[in-house]
């Protein structure tokens, strides 16, 4: 069964200082990967996705993440974080040929000012 | 564009009554799923609808959980009778393709249930 983890539940960083929250998922073939953003009392709100390709994603709000297959990781980076960056970050996988969003178990972001 | 619409936001009761959620989805959106998402946890999809057909519940406890998708567009999703394990955030999403897994889903604010 696929499976995502996410390594650290919470995770406090000062602002415009950069941060990594990571990822790794176990699945023996191919995959997606998600990362979802969740800010507090809303919805999830998709932030990059992988499907193929290069393995550097860019997405939403200056948020990047980089598909590493041999270490089975996914880590959401940012250089510069904002106080607006505080929020609950999902990691997520759907295995080709399958139907299912699978999640972590989440990583709460704090930022510092 | 509006977003995924949900009601009621909170829900309070007490253990073995019932209760019900709904959820419009963005206008035009094939695919509809529900989500619990317990306190601590990731979502955990419970059923995936694909225009008013079920395309996956196998993680919907079916003994006192029940879903619907009317006409294809909004949906309902009922407990009874609930438990206290019962106490999460319920998410409904679609998406825009029918049943495209890689396609974006779309996420409501969710619906807090405690159950008492």
């Known amino acids: 069964a696929q499976s995502v983890t996410q390594l650290d539940s919470q995770v406090p960083v000062f602002e415009e200082a950069p941060v990594e929250l990571r990822c790794n998922y176990s699945?023996?073939?191919?995959?997606?990967l998600f990362w979802y953003v969740q800010y507090p009392n809303q919805g999830l709100q998709l932030l990059l996705k992988y499907l193929s390709g290069s393995t550097l994603v860019k997405g939403i709000n200056g948020f990047e993440a980089e598909f590493n297959k041999s270490q089975t990781s996914f880590h959401l980076r940012k250089p510069s974080v904002h106080i607006s960056d505080t929020a609950e970050y999902f990691c997520?996988?759907?295995?080709?040929?399958?139907?299912?969003?699978?999640f972590g178990q989440g990583t709460r972001l704090t930022i510092n000012p | 564009e509006a977003g995924v619409a949900q009601s009621p936001r909170y829900k309070i009761i007490e253990k073995r009554q019932s209760v019900a959620f709904w959820c419009n989805p963005i206008s035009g959106h094939a695919t509809l799923y529900w989500y619990q998402q317990i306190l601590g946890q990731g979502p955990k999809l419970l059923i995936q609808f694909q225009n008013n057909g079920v395309v996956d519940d196998s993680q919907l406890p079916k003994d006192r959980f029940s879903a619907e998708r009317l006409k294809g567009v909004d949906s309902t999703l009922k407990i009874q009778p609930a438990k206290l394990e019962d106490s999460a955030v319920y998410l409904c999403a679609s998406s825009l393709a029918p049943g495209g897994p890689i396609d974006t889903q779309y996420f409501g604010p969710g619906t807090r249930l405690t159950v008492l």
């Open positions: 699945s023996s073939v191919s995959v997606y």
């Open positions: 997520a996988v759907i295995i080709q040929g399958a139907q299912k969003l699978v």
